[in-house]
């Protein structure tokens, strides 16, 4: 059972003090209008609508000595974090500082919900470990660096792979309780200046996962209980594997491969993400140097390879080599 913090917001400054949402001006009916392919077809992944077997890792958005003003970012990626768990069974940690300094959060101001949620869609997402948040910051400045070409173009390339969809929800309790059947929400509360994600209910309370830690020693939690009549804007994300076409692999190999992490951290950031589950043997490490070099020339790969075909390829010249 979670604390419930019932009188936090009521005693504390942290009730008036903007953490990092720009209010959109527009009504609940004017912004339902922009959603992104979130439609009827939608499969329920939780039809008790809560979502706690699934929480992402903890990561605070005040880094020892300054506010990033990025909870719309941390929000939203503990949002796809927790989907990305409940659909595919893998703990994925998106770069949270990659989101802010793309859709351009500002120090002092945040950011409106939907322009990080389209940045998500358009410019697609980093992993922790390749552009991680600093351990501590002098200043808010500090957080937003620029980020070198080379990430930005592996980012945008994963949206070969990766669909990243949302809708506006209305924020009405029944709403909020039928959205949670599909997905946890992104969700705004403290008088319409910070963005949390809403994992499941309570009653009439949402279930409230913070980038911020309360409470004291020994005992600090970012979870807690929170009014659903207090929620000003709800959004809901999907993120969803592209299809691919079925892989040829030699059988004779066996069962597959069980070295996931290995392999993801050797070439998790190239396009081949998608089938590291699938093949049937570890690469070789000729395979690793020639897909991590970059080379989409299938003989410079795997040239006498005895025609062990199970790199699946995106370029137009795999095609017209016909080899797949």
């Known amino acids: ?17 903007n953490h990092g949402v720009i209010p959109d001006p527009r009504s609940y009916e004017e912004r339902r209008l922009d959603w992104v392919g979130i439609g009827a077809e939608e499969e329920v992944l939780c039809p008790n609508g ?9 990561e605070p958005q005040f880094l020892k000595w300054a506010e990033t003003y990025a909870c719309t ?4 990626a503990n949002c796809l974090e927790t989907l990305l768990k409940r659909k595919y069974g893998i703990e994925y940690n998106l770069s949270d500082r990659k989101s802010a300094i793309t859709s351009g959060t500002r120090c002092n101001w945040g950011n409106y919900l ?14 922790e470990f390749e552009f991680p948040n600093p351990t501590e910051i002098k200043r808010c400045e500090d957080y937003y660096i620029p980020i ?19 809708c506006w929800i209305n924020s009405n309790e029944q709403a909020i309780k039928e959205a949670l059947k599909y997905a946890p929400l992104q969700v705004v509360i403290n008088n319409g200046t910070h963005a949390v994600m809403c994992y499941g209910y ?9 980038s911020y830690l309360y409470g004291g020693n020994p005992t600090y939690l970012c979870t807690y209980l929170y009014d659903i009549d207090k929620i000003t804007a709800v959004m809901k994300y999907n993120i969803t594997k592209k299809e691919t076409p079925k892989i040829r692999v030699d059988e004779k190999y066996g069962d597959k491969t069980d070295d996931f992490d290995l392999m993801f951290k050797i070439i998790g950031w190239k396009d081949w993400l998608y089938i590291f589950n699938q093949i049937k043997r570890n690469p070789t490490k000729r395979e690793f140097y020639g897909l991590t070099a970059g080379r989409w020339d299938f003989e410079s790969v795997f040239k006498n390879k005895n025609g ?3 790199l699946y390829y995106t ?8 080899l797949i």
Do not use: C
């Not at 970012?73 to 939203?76: D, E, P």
């Not at 370029?315 to 016909?322: C, S």
């Open 1 to 17: 059972m979670l604390n419930l913090f019932k009188n936090l917001f009521k005693k504390s400054k942290f009730k008036n003090q």
């Open 50 to 58: 809560q979502w706690d077997n699934y929480l992402p890792g903890f």
């Open 202 to 210: 309570e009653g009439n309370k949402a279930k409230i996962y913070d």
């Open 308 to 310: 062990d075909i199970w």
């Open 73 to 76: 970012n941390f929000s939203s």
């Open 114 to 127: 939907q322009r990080v949620a389209d940045d998500w869609r358009h410019t697609g997402f980093l992993y």
């Open 315 to 322: 370029k137009p010249e795999a095609k017209e080599k016909k």
């Open 148 to 166: 070198p070409q080379e990430l930005l173009d592996r980012a945008k390339s994963r949206l070969n792979e990766w669909e990243i969809n949302y």
